[in-house]
């Protein structure tokens, strides 16, 4: 059952402050003059900028088990001491271990024409010295399913499914079954190899990697997603009726596991210490991915709201504030489940949890699970936000894919929706820079990421 987050937001109610509101607000100031000083100083503020760029100087990208993965434990403990937070440590966690290697894709008949691409992370390999073969469109899983078996015996996949713009997460949603699960269905029909078009938007010529999952007993397939305007090209030399052959060069490494970590901060509580707000974001990246948005900005998102809402008050925070920085979000969700298996006799006292793992856009929504039981908590945080320019919808908060493992056992969540109409031209792909985050956008949605763990 929710619990309730109604003693934990309860406020004096003050007059609406007169004096002028921060550069990126979007109407008068919160009611609360804590809060109001608070988002003032995060519009403000730089910490967050400063710390996606230290992240992506410094580090770059930190996939599951590599250098760049130990390297980013040791900048993010540095990161939340520096931050100041009451204690900073350290969860092992076990990740499996996956080495990208060559990928390369050629047509060869009826034009021959060299595509970008790059392999799908859990993705085998091809026999020695490459596989030649025709290539088959299917649009999508549910087609590919609807193929008699064997059907694409000698024959190489092509999943050509274009992802939707929309401005939430279905247009993303209905399209990533073509990676998460198109290769292990082709695999099954009989297919030497699939390659997908990539889960994203826009005309960049970047591929999209990401995370392809196997059926259980079958040995990994090679697979591999084509950057967008690739795929549009072999789609129409197949559109075109000549048989299509292709030459494919995949080569990974399957090497085991190895052993992450998630790393926690915590500010204790001065009110309520055995409440935990709970500001979640994972610490890994793509390893091909500098991992800016995905998810640097949620890094330094998580660690400034916290060190904003913690330091409102000269006293320190009400509740106690942890902040947990994932390992292995990308390629299984080991940090999320460790947790969770590790605190799973804790969860009573989460009295709310949340995640960044959207990029680096600003704010515009706030949903909650909880409205139901507690409209009066719900309606409260809604007000705080309001002035950000933050407005409650309908619909419940399910907390992103690193709260899946914590979500089932009852506890309250908060979403906040963010502008993402760019995010999914640079998800997952070298072009995950920081040139493509808005320092503005950062600073709003920190400001209502720290309005919520206040
Ligand atoms: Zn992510």
Redesign the pocket.
Same mark, same amino acid.
């Given at each position: 059952m929710t619990r309730s987050l109604r003693p934990a937001l309860c406020f004096a109610a003050v007059a609406v402050l007169s004096i002028p509101f921060g550069a990126g607000a979007a109407g008068p100031a919160p009611s609360d003059p804590e809060v109001a000083a608070m988002q003032r100083q995060a519009l403000a503020g730089e910490r967050t900028w400063q710390l996606v760029t230290s992240l992506v100087t410094e580090v770059g990208p930190r996939f599951a088990g590599t250098p760049g993965d130990a390297q980013s434990i040791a900048w993010a403990e540095r990161a939340l001491r520096e931050a100041g937070f009451d204690r900073v440590w350290t969860e092992p966690v076990t990740v499996p271990r996956w080495i990208r290697g060559t990928a390369t894709a050629e047509i060869l008949a009826p034009h021959a024409r060299r595509l970008e691409v790059v392999a799908l992370g859990g993705s085998g390999s091809t026999p020695p010295g490459g596989i030649e073969a025709e290539v088959v469109e299917v649009f999508d899983v549910e087609a590919l399913e609807a193929l008699p078996e064997g059907a694409l015996a000698g024959r190489i996949a092509f999943l050509s499914r274009p992802m939707e713009q929309r401005a939430d997460w279905t247009g993303y949603g209905e399209a990533v079954p073509i990676r998460s699960r198109g290769p292990a269905v082709a695999a099954r029909k009989g297919a030497l190899a699939t390659l997908i078009r990539s889960v994203a938007i826009g005309p960049d010529r970047f591929p999209h990697t990401g995370a392809t999952r196997w059926e259980e007993g079958t040995s990994p397939a090679p697979t591999a997603a084509l950057a967008v305007p690739d795929a549009e090209l072999l789609h129409r030399q197949l559109a075109a009726g000549a048989p299509v052959r292709m030459r494919l060069v995949i080569e990974n490494e399957h090497a085991g596991e190895a052993v992450s970590a998630n790393v926690i901060g915590e500010f204790r509580g001065r009110e309520r210490p055995g409440e935990v707000v709970l500001l979640v974001a +994972?610490r *890994?990246?793509w390893d091909i991915a500098p @991992?800016a %948005? *995905?998810?640097g900005t @949620?890094v330094a998102t998580m660690i400034e709201a916290a060190r904003l809402a913690a330091t409102a008050s000269r006293q320190g925070p009400r509740r106690t504030l942890r902040v947990l920085l994932t390992a292995n &979000? &990308?390629f299984g969700l080991s940090g999320a489940r460790a947790y969770a298996a590790a605190h799973a006799a804790e969860t009573g006292s989460i009295v709310l949890a949340t995640e960044s *793992? %959207?990029g680096g856009g600003r704010a515009h929504g706030l949903l909650v699970n909880f409205a139901a039981e507690d409209a009066a908590a719900s309606g409260e945080l809604a007000a705080l936000l309001a002035p950000l320019g933050v407005a409650l919808r309908s619909g419940e908060a399910g907390g992103?894919?690193d709260l899946s493992p914590l979500a089932p056992l009852g506890v309250p969540l908060v979403d906040l929706d963010l502008e993402r109409a760019r995010y999914f031209e640079v +998800? +997952?792909t070298i072009n995950d820079t920081l040139e493509r985050v808005v320092p503005a956008d950062l600073r709003q949605a920190t400001a209502a990421w720290a309005t919520v763990a206040w």
């Open positions: +994972h *890994d990246s @991992g %948005q *995905d998810n @949620g &979000e &990308e *793992d %959207q992103g894919a +998800h +997952h």
